[in-house]
């Protein structure tokens, strides 16, 4: 099985990110950040956190 290793976002960079749903600080499990607070999933493309709340994997929806 070949994996795409798991990108490691810089520590600055994630100092500055933060969850557009509750603005809680954001950690990195392996290709995702997920939200401390309300747990929801961004994924990572590219190298780049796409922090979308239309994104997210929660499911948060009603
Ligand atoms: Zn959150």
Do not use: Y
Not at 8 to 28: F, G, H, T
Request: hydrophobic content about 40%; some cysteine.
């Amino acid at each position: 099985m070949v994996e795409i290793g798991a990108f490691m976002i810089k520590p600055e960079l994630m100092n500055i990110l933060a969850c557009p749903a509750c603005k809680s600080s954001l950690r990195q499990e392996e290709e995702k950040l997920v939200c401390s607070k309300c747990m929801r999933k961004f994924p990572i493309r590219n190298g780049i956190p796409i922090l979308l709340l239309s994104e997210t994997e929660g499911d948060e929806r009603p």
